[in-house]
Nanobody, 125 residues
Framework: QVQLVESGGGLVQAGASLRLSCAAS????????MGWFRQAPGKEREFVAA????????YSADSVKGRFTISRDNAKNTVYLQMNSLKPEDTAVYYC??????????????????WGQGTQVTVSS
């Protein structure tokens, strides 16, 4: 089992950058593929980015490609989401998630077994 704690959210203006972090408990972090999802008020949770166990494969939603980058540091049990050129439509609660049964590109919430509590990102225009 793994516990996830996100941090790094906040209120920024359009065009700014933020880096989200997700710290995982346990000694088996490198056995989990990781993903970032987001949920805006009144909307379904949507995929943002995913990264494989050792970071060799990454996937991003079309809406964030070229702006957001997912990475991980297995020595620190942490996955990151670097967000640049933020837009008001990026406003949402951002969640990290972990899975040991990742199939394909990790874009579906149902592929993940563990979730953090979320961190709010608000982008003003």
């Amino acid at each position: 089992q793994v516990q996830l704690v996100e941090s790094g959210g906040g209120l920024v203006q359009a065009g700014a950058s933020l880096r989200l972090s997700c710290a995982a408990s346990g000694r088996t972090f490198s056995s989990y593929a990781m993903g970032w999802f987001r949920q805006a008020p009144g909307k379904e949770r949507e995929f943002v980015a995913a990264i494989s166990w050792r970071g060799g494969r990454t996937y991003s939603a079309d809406s964030v490609k070229g702006r957001f980058t997912i990475s991980r540091d297995n020595a620190k049990n942490t996955v990151y989401l670097q967000m640049n050129s933020l837009k008001p439509e990026d406003t949402a609660v951002y969640y990290c998630a972990a899975t040991q049964r990742w199939v394909g590109t990790g874009t579906r919430p149902g592929e993940y077994d563990y979730w953090g509590q979320g961190t709010q990102v608000t982008v003003s225009s």
